[in-house]
């Protein structure tokens, strides 16, 4: 049977916020007079995470479905596996902590009533740290002038994807660490809503710092080679500026004749463009890595069990 919906949603030890998350799940999707299925993938949880999701799958049956993963491949991963295994016409993703209330889903079922094949969000209100929230603006601002993908809130995991869009995520390959803008990328009439956002209802978020510096290079290097433009086009200025000083000591030194002063000078120089080659080599890693990874033969994920009716 085909639902008119799939909810899917990644959990990685999220024990403290799943019965709480289905029952208003579960509530606001009987109103909608659609039918659907919920799909949960187990991210490799630690806690009671499975379990509880178990019981609510015996609870309500036939409306979930669970699929449990071998290790932790990482919520895009996790969302990749759920849209593969998903059967409805159209698929909602949203986050296990309750900040993407599922009351808003109405809105976005809305939008793909008028025809757009993607439904992407954006948060009135952001209830995360003032670290966050500043940071990410600057990286989303970047992100948008680098890459051709027009997202107001990058961040938001609320939206809303036609079955069309879908179907070309699953059958590529990429190991793309954002789902999100890539499904814009194949998208043909994508919009944004405004959804309200919540605190995380309890515990703790799953993304250390390094982990969002770690997605914020992926997103901008799946999506662009603006970064190694730009890198060229600098080591193209610096190197005229350089034969422009070589040109004018040598004259000097056939005017003058030989200088040694400007020591500190020298070494400020030196260091900062032996700064800017590390900053290169680095930049040429990330592009190596993301490459390698999506030749490599090795799955993206790994699936231990799937538990439905
Ligand atoms: N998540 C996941 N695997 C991970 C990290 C997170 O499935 O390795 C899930 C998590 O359980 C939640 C969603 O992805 O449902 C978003 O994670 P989180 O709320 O920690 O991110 P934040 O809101 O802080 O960006
Ligand atoms: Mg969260």
């Known amino acids: 049977m085909m639902p008119n919906l799939s909810i899917v949603i990644p959990v990685y030890n999220e024990e403290a916020n799943i019965p709480h998350l289905i029952s208003r799940l579960i ?10 299925e919920v799909i949960f993938t187990n991210d490799g949880s630690k806690d009671e995470s499975l379990a509880l999701l178990r019981a609510a799958a015996e609870q309500h049956k036939g409306k979930i479905r669970i699929i449990d993963f071998k290790g932790n491949f990482g919520q895009h991963m996790a ?7 998903s ?5 909602v993703t949203l986050d296990a902590d309750l900040q993407n209330p ?10 793909i009533d008028e025809g757009h094949d993607y439904v992407g969000s954006y948060r009135d209100k952001r209830k995360d740290t003032f670290f966050r929230t500043y940071v990410s603006r600057c990286v989303n601002w970047i992100r948008e002038k680098i890459t051709d993908i027009n997202m107001r809130d990058q961040g938001c995991m609320l939206r809303a994807y036609n079955r069309s869009v879908i179907e ?15 499904a814009y990328k194949l998208a043909q009439n994508p919009t944004e809503v405004e959804v309200n956002h919540a605190e995380r209802a309890a515990g703790e978020s799953k993304y250390n710092l390094y982990m969002l510096i770690r997605l914020n290079f992926d997103l901008i290097t799946s999506f662009s080679i603006a970064p190694l433009q730009l890198f060229t086009m600098f080591g193209m200025l610096t190197s005229t500026l350089n034969g422009l000083l070589v040109a004018y000591l040598l004259i000097r030194r056939v005017i003058v004749g030989p200088e040694a002063e400007g020591l ?12 800017v080659v590390i900053v290169g080599i680095g930049l040429i890693g990330e592009y190596l890595g993301r490459l390698a990874l999506n030749l490599s033969p090795r799955p993206r ?9």
Request: negative net charge; proline residues 3%; charged residues 20%.
């Open 27 to 36: 509530t606001s999707l009987d109103t909608l007079g659609k039918t659907y």
């Open 79 to 85: 969302i990749v596996a759920a849209f593969s295994e």
């Open 87 to 91: 059967r409805g016409s159209v698929i």
């Open 102 to 111: 599922p009351e808003e889903i109405y809105k976005l079922l809305l939008k």
């Open 168 to 182: 070309k995520i699953v059958a590529g390959k990429d190991h793309v660490t954002f789902i999100p803008a890539l």
């Open 264 to 275: 500190f000078t020298l070494f400020a120089i030196v260091f900062f463009l032996i700064s």
């Open 301 to 309: 994920y790994e699936i231990k069990a799937i538990y439905e009716d």
